[in-house]
C-alpha cells in the first residue's frame, strides 16, 4: 500500500480511569483494525529449516531468503537433515571470511560469509543445551524466556530472532523487527522497546480477539505494502 493512502493515526485524551497502558494498547488496537489481516501462518515443521532461517531472516530481504532456502532444499537437502551433519559441515572449513564464504556458497548458493559466521555461534549454542531436534527446540522455546535463556548467549542473535523462531515454533508472540517498531511507533507517536513493543502488540492481539501470530504477519505485510512471508 503507498506510503500516501495509509491512515493516520491521532492520539486521544486519556480518561481518569484509564492508565497509560490501557489507552496505549487500546490506540494500538484501533490502529491495528484499520489494516488487512493477512491469511497466512506461520509453519515451519523442519527443523534444519528452522536453524538456517534463525541466522537468514534478520534484515535481510525476502527474495535473498526464499533463494538461500530454496537451495538448500535442492541442493544440500539429503546431506544435512541433523545439526550434527550441519555442525560437520562447519567444522570442515575454517572461521574465517573464506572458509564462511566457502559454506555460504555450498549450504545457500550465495555469499552470505557473515550469516555463517552467526550460524556457527547458533549451532553451537543448540549442540550445547541439547536443542537437537525439532521436538527438542518447540518445547524449549515455549517454556522459555529471551533474557532468562537465550540473551547474550549467541553472537549478533537478540531478541528479533529468538521471538521469530519462537513464532515459527507456534508461540503466541511477536518479533520486535524495524516494520514493526515503524508501525507501533507511528500509532503511539513515541518509541518503544523491544520489550514494550511485544507487551503491547500481544495486548492489542487479545483486545481484537487475533492470535498475536496474525497479527504480526498482518503488521508486517501492511509495513511491506504486501504479502511478505517466506
Known amino acids: 500500500m ?5 491512515p493516520v493515526y491521532h492520539a486521544q485524551p486519556m480518561s481518569s480511569a484509564q492508565s497509560a497502558s490501557d489507552v496505549e494498547v ?9 489494516i488487512p489481516k493477512a491469511r497466512g501462518e506461520y509453519h515451519y515443521p523442519d527443523y534444519i529449516t528452522n536453524v538456517l532461517l534463525t541466522v537468514l531472516d534478520l534484515r535481510m530481504h525476502n527474495v535473498a531468503v526464499n533463494n538461500s532456502i530454496s537451495y538448500y532444499r ?3 537437502w539429503a546431506e544435512i537433515r541433523s545439526i550434527d551433519q550441519l555442525a560437520a559441515l562447519l567444522d570442515r572449513y575454517p572461521d574465517e571470511k573464506e572458509g564462511n564464504l ?14 555463517v559466521e552467526w550460524l556457527r555461534g547458533f ?10 531436534t525439532q521436538e527438542l ?21 537478540g531478541i528479533a530472532a529468538f521471538k521469530w523462531l519462537a513464532m515459527r515454533l507456534g508461540v503466541e508472540t511477536v518479533k520486535p523487527d524495524g516494520h514493526l517498531h515503524k ?34 504477519i498482518s503488521i508486517w505485510e501492511f509495513q511491506r505494502g504486501g504479502p511478505g512471508t517466506i
Request: net charge neutral.
Open 2 to 6: 503507498p506510503s500516501d493512502s495509509r
Open 26 to 34: 487500546e490506540r494500538l488496537a484501533e490502529a491495528c483494525r484499520a
Open 74 to 76: 535442492n541442493h544440500c
Open 102 to 115: 566457502a559454506v555460504a556458497q555450498y549450504l545457500w548458493g550465495n555469499n552470505h560469509w557473515m550469516r
Open 123 to 132: 549451532v553451537s549454542f543448540l549442540i550445547a543445551d541439547g536443542l537437537t
Open 137 to 157: 527446540l518447540r518445547d524449549w522455546v515455549h517454556r522459555s524466556d529471551f533474557h532468562r535463556d537465550f540473551e547474550g548467549r549467541v553472537k549478533y542473535l
Open 183 to 216: 508501525f507501533v511507533e507511528t500509532a503511539l507517536g513515541h518509541r518503544v522497546t523491544d520489550d514494550e513493543l511485544v507487551r503491547l502488540v500481544e495486548a492489542a492481539a487479545r483486545r481484537l480477539g487475533l492470535s498475536a501470530r496474525q497479527l504480526d
